[in-house]
C-alpha cells in the first residue's frame, strides 16, 4: 500500500480501440472501457477510483483523446498513472497523459469543444486491415455534393433531428465550427468540430453526407432538417468508423 497523502484531482488523456467494448462508460451488459481502466487505476493506487469523462462513446467507437478525471490520495508520481497503468492495460486501451489539475476542473462541463473524424473506405474490394476503423462502401459517394451539405451543419442550429432514441441531452441547440471533408487513398473523412454532440449525431451526419453523395437526398435535406426535426435525416452510420480525436478547454 502506498503511502497516502492529501486529495489529489488526476487528469488522464486515453486512447483506445473500442471494437469489443460496449463503449466507454459502465454499462450492465457488457465490458466498458471505463471500467477496464479503473481495474487497472485500483491495481495501482490500492483503492477503488470512479472515472468522469469529457462524455461517452457507443460500442465500436474509437478515441485517440478521451479526457477522464478521478480523485486520488496516493502518493505516487504520475508516471504511475502512464507507465505503470499501461503495464496493466490490456493491447486495445492505453493513458497517453496524466497530471494534477484543480479541484474545480470538470472534463464535461469544462470542455469548449471536441473534434471527431468519421472514416470511409471506397474501393470495389474490402479492405480486411481497415474494416474496423472505417464504413466500407464499394461506390464512391459524391464528394462535391457533400461537402456543399456539410456547410448547412456550421454555425448554432438544432440538431433534434440528428440524434437517436435514448439521447438525454437537455438541449438540442448546439454549435459546429467546422466540417471538412478530405480523401487520401481509398479513405474519405469527414472532420468536424463542435461546442459539444448529440448520442450519434456525429454518426448520424456522416450517415447523412453520404447519402447525398450516393443521390439519395439533394445538398438541400441538411437545411430542411436543421429547420424541422421531424424530417428524417440520413441514416445512422456504422460505429467503427468513428474516432474521437481531442478535446479542447
Partial sequence: MYKKNIMRH?????????????????????LSVQ??????LKEIIGESVR?????????????????????TSANIPLTAFTEGVNNLLPQAIAVKGAEEVAEDFNPRF????????Y???CSALRS?????YSWYLKRKPDIAKMKMAASYFIGEHDFGAFRTTGCVS???????????IWEEGDMIYIDVHGSGFLRNMVRIMAGSLVDIGMGKFE???IKECLENTEIKPGQNAPACGLCLIEVFY
Fill in 51 to 71: 472515472l468522469y469523462s469529457s462524455g461517452r462513446t457507443d460500442a465500436g467507437v474509437h478515441a485517440l483523446g478521451m479526457v477522464a478525471c478521478f480523485r
Fill in 170 to 180: 437537455e438541449s438540442t441547440i448546439k454549435r459546429i465550427d467546422s466540417v471538412e
Fill in 10 to 30: 488526476i487528469k488522464l488523456i486515453i486512447e483506445y480501440d473500442g471494437t469489443n467494448y460496449v463503449g466507454w462508460q459502465l454499462q450492465p451488459n457488457g
Fill in 128 to 132: 480486411p486491415t481497415k474494416r474496423l
Fill in 119 to 121: 472514416s470511409i473506405c
Fill in 110 to 117: 469544462n470542455a469548449k469543444g471536441k473534434h471527431y473524424r
Fill in 35 to 40: 471500467e477496464v481502466l479503473e481495474g487497472a
Fill in 219 to 221: 445538398p438541400e435535406r
